[in-house]
């Protein structure tokens, strides 16, 4: 269950985060309980909105989210031509207890995606969670939304240590692909990707993108914020390598990629084609 519900200012904003743009923030938290460490939580805590780890995994959606939505658009809105759900929490986020999604924040995000639809404008989402059949059933959602997963590994074991509040990868890889099968744009980051130290089938990054190959658009970028990664004697060989297969797989069956900055690849290079493909 969700706490006590939140007010706020605003709802869009303009990230700095490289392929961000227009972002929502409607909900305060996220159940999943990543440890990677999740940024959003350690950005959370340095703004003094929450204070334990305990706190920040009991999400708070944003009331006046649909009001504030409303008075925006009529604001700015022909400034916005899409918007991210969401860098600070997750649009769709899971309930590992009842293995559904929690329906006051899933609920929350429809209509936000509903009233950006009327509005004409479209969006992408990014969730560790399963979509729910609203998307890839509806037909009253922008047909140039883009719907993706976060996914970094196939292991369960993985999942359990660290994004235990978070669907399975099996869970998460059906749901999106029954929205590819529906014919919707889809995406999958890659992000933050593991050493092996951390996952012993890292090394193997060619299996998880064959299990995602149906999706459009692949970003792919390096673990942060954690010893466990630096501390593994080729870190930055390991980057290059894993970020030019990816590459090549990419190339090879015409998908497009983004590696995020800051990941080492092969030749010192970056794509920044992500999104711009229709």
């Known amino acids: 269950m969700t706490d006590t519900a939140i007010e706020r200012k605003s709802l869009l904003y303009r990230s700095k985060v490289e392929y ?67 860098f600070t929490t997750d649009p769709f986020m899971y309930d590992s207890a009842s293995r559904a999604g929690r329906p006051e924040i899933c609920n929350l995000t429809l209509r936000l995606l509903l009233r950006l639809d009327e509005a004409g404008i479209p969006a992408t989402t990014l969730t560790k969670g399963v ?47 029954a929205i590819a099968r529906a014919g919707r744009r889809t995406w999958v980051s890659i992000e933050p990707y593991p050493t092996p130290n951390i996952d012993p089938s890292a090394d193997c990054v060619e299996k998880l993108l064959e299990a995602v190959g149906f999706a459009d658009v692949i970003v792919f970028g390096k673990w942060n914020y954690s010893r466990l990664a630096t501390e593994f004697d080729r870190e930055h060989g390991f980057y290059a390598d894993i970020a030019a297969r990816v590459r090549s797989w990419c190339m090879h069956r015409d998908k497009t990629l983004h590696v995020k900055k800051g990941t080492p690849t092969a030749d010192d290079t970056v794509e920044w084609s992500v999104f711009e493909a229709s």
């Open 20 to 86: 961000g743009g227009w972002t929502a923030n409607h909900v305060q938290g996220c159940g999943h309980g990543c440890r990677y460490p999740c940024y959003a939580m350690m950005l959370a805590k340095r703004t003094g909105r929450i204070r334990t780890y305990e706190e920040w995994m009991q999400p708070r959606p944003v009331s006046n989210a649909e009001a504030l939505l409303d008075t925006e658009l009529r604001r700015f809105g022909h400034r916005v031509d899409n918007v991210h759900f969401s």
């Open 131 to 177: 979509y729910p059949l609203e998307v890839s059933a509806g037909n009253r959602l922008h047909p140039l939304n883009r719907y993706g997963i976060s996914l970094v590994s196939l292991s369960d074991g993985f999942r359990s240590r660290w994004e235990s509040g978070a669907a399975s990868p099996s869970d998460r890889i059906a749901s999106l692909e």
